[in-house]
């Protein structure tokens, strides 16, 4: 028999923040709302400048070639937080310039080692909401 749970908010019965799950293998928890991703974003900058789709980003800033700062929606606890990417195949590498709690800031660069557009890049940060 499945079971289904259907609920709009979940809360920690001690700590309203934190949920505590059995990890894989049984043998520790891990800390729900640590594992989710509390910013994602999916953009491209070659031709035209467009948020393809993202979750908690109020808006993109084009900061020159290749450039792009992710603003967010909702603020980071502190510039701590741990952000990853990956631009479209054919491209160099991607660069991250700077982090604040309230932006992530990267740069794409070509095959050249010089800052360009990217067909598409992907960026998404872990870390505490403030």
Do not use: P
């Amino acid at each position: 028999m499945t079971s289904k749970l259907v609920l709009d908010n979940l809360a920690g019965r001690t700590t309203a923040g934190s949920i505590a799950v059995v990890a894989e293998g049984n043998g520790t928890t891990t800390n729900l709302q640590q594992g989710l991703a509390k910013s994602w974003c999916n953009y491209t900058t070659a031709s035209s400048f467009v948020n393809n789709d993202s979750f908690n980003v109020g808006s993109l800033t084009d900061a020159g070639a290749g450039s792009c700062k992710m603003n967010f929606s909702n603020n980071f606890n502190n510039d701590d937080y741990s952000t990853t990417g990956l631009q479209s195949v054919g491209a160099g590498q991607l660069g991250l310039n700077a982090q604040e709690t309230n932006l992530t800031w990267c740069i794409s660069y070509n095959t050249s080692n010089a800052a360009a557009d990217s067909g598409e890049t992907t960026m998404t940060a872990h870390g505490d909401l403030a």
